[in-house]
């Protein structure tokens, strides 16, 4: 079965502290890892996909990169807005998206 | 603004009541999806449908029925449910199922089930 963990559960920086979010994966046939950014009282907004071990995507103060076991988004010189969940999620043989449970992250001005 | 669009925000509703959960895209996609999220726990997917008909249900107990008449709206029938059903309830739309195809999220609906 497709599983997905996030690591950590919560995380608190200071605005300008760098940090990475970590997404370990077991999937059937890796098509896609998607990253999104779940603000409170909102659905999940989407950032990225990656396909394939060792592509990286970037957007703004975000870079996201892959290989075969895990993902991390990297969060650099984060501000209080980019507080948010942020959610993993695979897409395997079976087409369905399974996320893992996310990292609340706060950053403190 | 996403194109998804979620009706009611909130809903509060007995454990005898028969209630309906709306879902509209305005993206031209052919692809609906009804999640799950309860506190602390993964999006769990219930429902998709692709093309108006439905590809999957993930061991949903039929307390909760999907109905997709056309490619731009999905509805959630619900009826005797549970306290543990209170979650919030998301719904998705794609252009298909392919993992090329993002799903873009409504903002969901709160639902709490007394």
């Known amino acids: 079965e497709d ?16 940090s990475s979010l970590n997404c370990s994966y077991t999937v059937s046939g890796l098509r896609g890892l998607f990253w999104y950014r779940q603000d409170p009282g909102k659905g999940p907004e989407f950032l990225f996909t990656l396909y394939s071990a060792g592509e ?12 075969k076991k895990e993902s991390f988004l990297h969060i650099t ?25 996310g990292t609340r992250l706060t950053v403190k001005p | ?11 509060v509703m007995g454990m005898t009541n028969k209630k309906s ?16 999220q309860s506190a602390k726990k993964p999006l769990e997917l219930m429902f998709v449908y692709n093309f108006k008909e439905q590809t999957e249900n993930n ?8 109905e ?23 719904c998705a739309s794609s252009h298909g199922q392919a993992s090329t195809d ?13």
């Open chain 2, 21 to 36: 959960l709306k879902c509209e895209q305005h993206l031209g996609h052919n692809a609906m999806y009804w999640y799950k």
């Open chain 2, 68 to 90: 997709c008449p056309n490619s731009s709206h999905l509805f959630l029938h619900l009826h005797t449910l549970q306290p543990e059903d209170s979650a919030l309830y998301l």
């Open chain 1, 56 to 67: 990286e995507k970037e957007k703004e103060r975000l870079k996201a990169t892959l290989t």
């Open chain 2, 1 to 11: 603004e996403t194109g998804v669009t979620q009706t009611p925000r909130h809903l």
């Open chain 1, 77 to 101: 010189a984060p501000k209080p807005e980019d507080s948010a969940t942020y959610l993993c999620a695979v897409q395997g043989n079976n087409n369905d998206m399974r996320f893992g449970a």
């Open chain 2, 59 to 66: 061991s949903v107990p039929s307390r909760f029925s999907p």
């Open chain 2, 102 to 114: 993002t799903q873009y999220f409504g903002p969901g609906t709160r639902l709490t089930v007394l």
């Open chain 1, 3 to 18: 599983q997905v963990t996030q690591s950590p559960e919560a995380l608190r920086l200071q605005e300008g502290e760098s």
